[in-house]
């Protein structure tokens, strides 16, 4: 399994191809969807990930009622598909 810092990594190298793609050669609609398809995935993936290792955690923390209402909202909001 990828760490999340592997994760991130791969998907800044994602971006920056994009980035070239656009700069260099713009007219190539299919690779740059397939990329940005490849990118919405892997930032997905990332949440989750991120997520599953985590909420529970700050959940766990000492924090008010009202901090844990709203990042129960938030999180409700962020794994929305």
Excluded: H, W, Y
């Excluded at 990329?35 to 997520?51: D, F, G, N, P, Y």
């Excluded at 000492?62 to 129960?72: A, F, G, T």
């Amino acid at each position: 399994m990828k760490t999340s810092e592997q994760r991130i990594n791969n998907i800044i190298g994602q971006l920056e191809g994009i980035k070239r793609m656009l700069k260099n050669s713009p007219e190539d609609c299919f690779s740059l969807l397939t990329q940005m398809k490849a990118v919405k995935s892997a930032v997905s993936s990332l949440t989750e990930q991120i997520l599953s290792l985590e909420f529970d955690r700050c959940l766990n923390d000492k924090i008010s009622p009202e901090k844990r209402k709203k990042m129960e909202t938030l999180f409700k909001e962020v794994i929305k598909k």
